[in-house]
């Protein structure tokens, strides 16, 4: 779950995902200073030891957490407004559209550079087999 800086940690022991959907007005927010965090699913499924998916809504200046690292493969795609994503240390300026892949254990991260609130999903997994 998240912790105080927003980071989302994946359920490796939870139970099995349910199937459904889900979306920010079934989802009840984690209100931290300067952002919401929705996390829509969190825990294994058939084919992964732990998936964790769900939006943040960041605002101006704000991210969620500081440049970090963890084993799981992650997207993050953004929806709304504009910022930066730091990726094994590039930086790329992001608008609606713009999706980042970062492999397990690569440094990350991202951050609100624009004048208006930024939405971004991230999705992040653990394939079974691997260390967590």
Known sequence: MPQQDGAVSTEFSAKKL????????TVEPLALEG????????GPTDQLSG?????CVLEPGMSPHPIHQHPEEEFLIVGEGTGEIECDG???????????????????????????????????????????
């Open 18 to 25: 349910p199937e459904g959907v889900l979306d920010m007005t």
């Open 35 to 42: 952002q919401k965090v929705f996390v829509y699913y969190n």
């Open 51 to 55: 998936v964790s998916a769900g939006a």
């Open 90 to 132: 590039k930086v790329t300026l992001v608008g609606p559209g713009a999706m980042m892949y970062c492999a397990g254990n690569t440094w990350h991260g991202i951050t609100n550079t624009g004048k208006v609130p930024m939405t971004f999903y991230w999705s992040k997994w653990m394939a079974k087999g691997f260390p967590q």
